[in-house]
């Protein structure tokens, strides 16, 4: 449902690890590093041509209900989107990347900037049907304290193999 909108556009058969790495590049540069400052995150976006705003009718597939803006960010790598809900949290959407690696990729980002994030949760579930892992990492400095979630399927049902998101807690 949530990724339809992107099905339409066909992307070349790509490593698993391109995918991982360019759905967590793409959440790092943008998510995770404004999480402080919505406003600067807004200015990064206008300052990004690769990405592309949908029209408010086909980001409420990506909004469900909530206030906010999605942009497309398409590349050789794949379809990913960006969304940023009225509430401040962003969210970075992936139609295909391998759950372990993008737990990996982002974990060893984590490590090697040595960032203040402490895992504080791993679990693995299945939601119609579809299986499901979400690790939940907590901030421990910083201006604002916040929340990332990983939440990755190996399904190939998933409306989105991984979806990395930041929650500010305000």
């Known amino acids: 449902m949530v990724m339809s909108l992107l099905l339409a556009l066909t992307a070349q058969p790509v490593r698993a690890a391109d995918q991982a790495s ?4 793409l959440f790092v540069q943008s998510c995770l590093k404004h999480v402080e400052d919505a406003r600067d995150l807004r200015e990064w976006i206008k300052a990004t041509p690769q990405l592309r705003q949908f029209p408010q009718q086909q980001a409420q597939a ?3 209900g909530k206030r906010g803006e999605v942009w ?3 590349n050789d790598a794949g ?10 949290t962003c969210s970075v959407i992936a139609q295909q990347a391998s759950a372990d690696q993008v737990s990996l990729v982002f974990s060893e980002y984590v490590r090697r900037k040595g ?4 895992k504080i949760g791993d679990r693995r579930e299945y939601v119609r049907s579809i299986d499901q892992r979400e690790e939940t990492y907590r901030s421990s400095s910083g201006h604002i304290l ?6 990755t399927s190996k ?6 193999q991984a979806i990395l998101t930041t929650r500010p807690n305000r």
Do not use: Q
């Open 22 to 25: 360019e759905a967590v590049g």
């Open 62 to 64: 990506f909004l469900e």
């Open 72 to 74: 497309s960010a398409e």
């Open 79 to 88: 379809l990913f989107a960006l969304v940023l809900f009225a509430d401040d």
């Open 115 to 118: 960032l203040p994030l402490d």
């Open 146 to 151: 916040y929340e990332v979630v990983l939440i």
């Open 155 to 160: 399904s190939p049902r998933a409306d989105a």
